[in-house]
């Protein structure tokens, strides 16, 4: 049970690049989430899948577009990135009853440098 | 709307010092409320949550209790360690069919030996 797995753990681009952050989870949730996390601002969500083939604008959608593939995967996509988008990236999953309902869990996270 | 204010960090403590983490919360209804924790290089874990006033979250010496009056939920801990070090988030989940979690800006901790 790996929990949520993010891929890549680092990256760096030039401006104007595109790119794909992935991440799945293999506890059956029915929610993800994308966050992003800079110094002093906390997490800020950029989207987030209710469920399995929705998907929704968070706080900071801009420059980001994303897709939930199946119930397990949600990515990420900068189709053009600049150097404001320069972040660490954290994906997370809930499950919307259950024992650990109201919990997120969290990713290890990609650091992303846009130069 | 939603908002969550955290004291601003760092906070440094010598071990086996009491600690207290403000945090203040504003939303509509009796949102969630929750404490993450964030190890460095790694994501974040929920330390503990309460999900109605009065209710305390206690995990791992960590406590929190959800006062409604002041709209707060403080992290304290008795007696820190120093692998208690880390970045503490508070968070609250809006009471709507979103799920989202609305996060504080985060406090550092450093705990010296």
């Known amino acids: 049970n790996a929990g949520v797995t993010q891929t890549p753990k680092f990256q760096v681009l030039k401006t104007g690049q595109s790119m794909t952050l992935q991440c799945a989870q293999d506890?059956?949730?029915?929610?993800m989430y994308w966050y992003r996390q800079d110094p002093g601002m906390g997490l800020r969500l950029i989207y987030y899948?209710?469920?399995?083939?929705?998907?929704d604008k968070g706080e900071v959608p801009n420059g980001y577009n994303v897709s939930r593939l199946n119930k397990r995967e949600f990515s990420l996509r900068l189709e053009s990135a600049a150097p404001s988008q320069t972040s660490v990236y954290f994906c997370?999953?809930?499950?919307?009853?259950?024992?650990?309902?109201?919990?997120?869990?969290f990713g290890p996270g990609t650091r992303l440098t846009v130069l | 709307g939603n908002s969550v204010t955290q004291m601003e960090g760092p906070v440094t403590l010598s071990e086996e010092a009491f600690l207290t983490i403000n945090c203040t919360y504003t939303?509509?209804?009796?949102?969630?409320l929750f404490w993450y924790v964030q190890y460095p290089g790694e994501g974040l874990q929920l330390l503990l949550k309460?999900?109605?006033?009065?209710d305390k979250g206690s995990n791992k010496g960590f406590e929190a209790t959800y006062r409604k009056e002041t709209t707060s939920f403080h992290l304290e801990k008795g007696s820190v360690q120093v692998s208690d070090s880390a970045v503490y988030f508070c968070?609250?989940?809006?009471?709507?069919?979103?799920?989202?979690?609305?996060f504080g800006s985060g406090t550092r901790l450093l705990v010296r030996p």
């Open positions: 309460a999900t109605k006033a009065d």
């Open positions: 997370a999953s809930s499950d919307q009853d259950g024992p650990n309902y109201n919990e997120q869990f």
């Open positions: 506890m059956n949730h029915n929610s």
């Open positions: 968070a609250l989940r809006r009471m709507d069919s979103s799920y989202k979690l609305i």
């Open positions: 939303a509509t209804g009796y949102p969630s």
């Open positions: 899948s209710a469920s399995e083939g929705t998907t």
